[in-house]
């Protein structure tokens, strides 16, 4: 994209923030109102640390780009934060995360089982949402993207502590966890512009391109010593501390010698690690560069996207899709 061109999407990006995130929010407020009270306190407590409500401006832009002026694309934008939220909620037990957003965790502050049911309670109430369009295809696409995101994360379990974990199994894990959401707000978008099947492809092809990198970039993130200073309300280092193998840590053994790798790898499995081990592991995969080799691999994900969108007509959302592209890899938290 040219510098001028970049500007002006980055101009817009903003405007679109602010003008949408406002209608995101009460369109899921009025939605979570209907929910049983011992569901929506916990449910709440979630939506009002914030969030960047990524999927549903995917939703709204991709659906306007491809010709789409329904105002239903709000409701399932925000169907798919409130399955997104769901997601969180069972996330943070399955990961024991104490923090969410900055604040306590819903499991730490409600406990686990008011947690995980809240998040079935969330799912049921947005897949009615969905629902009440009446397009078997919009409950197909988000009910695929479900069970990809169960998929993914039964997948990054199996593999935890385990740093005989490929590039490839690490793609398939993030494609599975992440990406297929992101996927699924670009779909909706699209179907509900009853968008060619070329188009409706395109669409895809960009979320999850979008998604893939987005995780990696998270990963990334994880390293940087500005992490513990951002106030993201995620601790530096949790992922090493709950054995996830990413591809900063994968650059990094990759340059071990076989004893030191051994070593690693018996620490690494035996969760032996103290929290100064934690510490100086992250600096020395960060000063090495391998937080930066993943943001090069996200990039190479982004360049798939924007090729993917290059079957988009040219309209103002078209741009601030490929600003999003720009924002996902320069993102510091
Ligand atoms: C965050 O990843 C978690 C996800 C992207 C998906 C979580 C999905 C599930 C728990 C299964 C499906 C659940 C439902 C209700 C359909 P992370 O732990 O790497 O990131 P974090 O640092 O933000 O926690
Ligand atoms: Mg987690």
């Known amino acids: 994209m040219k510098p001028m061109a970049r500007m002006r999407g980055l101009r817009e990006l903003q405007l679109a923030i602010s003008h949408e995130h406002p209608k995101i929010h009460a369109e899921i407020r009025r939605h979570l109102a209907t929910l049983p009270e011992n569901t929506r306190r916990t449910a709440e407590h979630l939506f009002l640390a914030g969030g960047k409500l990524l999927r549903p401006l995917l939703t709204l832009l991709t659906g306007r780009a491809l010709g789409c002026k329904d105002d239903g694309l709000y409701t399932l934008g925000a169907a798919l934060e409130m399955v997104h939220a769901a997601t969180l909620l069972h996330d943070d037990i399955l990961d024991n995360s104490h923090l969410r957003r900055g604040q306590s965790a819903a499991h730490i502050r409600f406990g686990a089982v008011p947690a995980l049911l809240s998040g079935d309670a969330l799912l049921a109430k947005a897949l009615r949402m969905v629902a009440s369009f009446g397009d078997p295809g919009f409950i197909d696409c988000v009910a695929e993207a479900v069970m990809r995101t169960a998929e993914g994360e039964i997948a990054e379990f199996?593999?935890?502590?385990?740093?005989?974990?490929?590039?490839?199994?690490?793609?398939?894990?993030?494609?599975?966890?992440?990406?297929?959401?992101?996927?699924?707000?670009?779909?909706?978008?699209?179907?509900?512009?009853?968008?060619?099947?070329?188009?409706?492809?395109?669409?895809?092809?960009?979320?999850?391109?979008?998604?893939?990198?987005?995780?990696?970039?998270?990963?990334?993130?994880?390293f940087y010593p500005s992490r513990a200073e951002a106030g993201t309300g995620k601790p530096r280092g949790g992922d090493l501390r709950e054995g996830k193998v990413t591809p900063p840590l994968l650059f990094h053994l990759e340059g071990l010698s076989a004893r030191e790798a051994a070593i690693f790898r018996k620490n690494f499995a035996d969760n032996a690690f103290s929290d100064a081990d934690l510490e100086r592991i992250c600096d020395e995969i960060y000063n090495k560069g391998c937080a930066e080799r993943a943001r090069n691999l996200a990039e190479e994900h982004l360049g798939q996207a924007e090729k993917a969108l290059a079957a988009f007509p040219p309209t103002p959302e078209h741009r601030i899709l490929l600003q999003i592209t720009r924002y996902i890899l320069t993102r510091k938290e």
Not at 178 to 188: F, P
Not at 193 to 221: K, N, S, T, W, Y
């Open 158 to 222: 199996a593999c935890l502590r385990d740093i005989s974990l490929s590039h490839e199994d690490y793609l398939g894990i993030v494609t599975g966890k992440t990406a297929w959401m992101l996927r699924a707000a670009c779909e909706l978008g699209a179907l509900s512009a009853r968008a060619e099947p070329p188009l409706l492809e395109a669409a895809a092809v960009f979320g999850l391109e979008l998604g893939i990198a987005f995780q990696i970039v998270d990963d990334a993130l994880d």
